[in-house]
């Protein structure tokens, strides 16, 4: 049995049409065909689109599961992660080659003192200077 489109339908199908046809159909209690030829009478898009809460942007591909926003948002807070952890990596070098600097110097200040060393040892063994 066919009934008439009230104007909170309309609106209804309006403000939700991104929802998607089959959401629709279900609140409003109407077939999705109905819901498809309304939609096309009014020049509404059922296309699903999803609304990312980090940057406010409609988007027709599903957010991801893993953090809950879109594509690009991810992507930057890979880029934003990789930056991060890129500047820890580089302090830690940067450390690194610190300590190695401090050992190779101290290396050297004892292969200067055994220098001297031995050639206060040499100097004692040919007579005592």
């Known amino acids: 049995m066919r009934r008439r489109w009230t104007e909170e339908d309309i609106a209804y199908l309006d403000g939700h049409a991104s ?20 939609a096309s009478r009014r020049g509404v898009s059922l ?8 940057c406010g942007c409609r988007t027709f ?13 991810t992507v930057e807070l890979g880029a934003k992660k990789a930056s991060r952890v890129n500047y ?29 060393q031995r050639k206060k040892i040499c100097r004692f063994r040919e007579g005592g200077k």
Request: charged share 35%; aromatic share 6%; glycine share 6%.
């Open 19 to 38: 929802d998607g046809a089959e959401a629709v159909a279900l609140h409003l209690g109407r077939s999705v065909q109905a819901i498809k030829v309304m």
């Open 47 to 54: 296309a699903r689109s999803w609304l990312c809460p980090n």
């Open 61 to 73: 591909f599903p957010l991801v599961g893993k953090t809950g926003w879109c594509k690009a948002c």
């Open 88 to 116: 820890e990596l580089r302090r830690q070098v940067a450390a690194e080659r610190e300590r190695i600097a401090d050992a190779e110097r101290r290396r050297q200040a004892l292969y200067k003192d055994n220098e001297k």
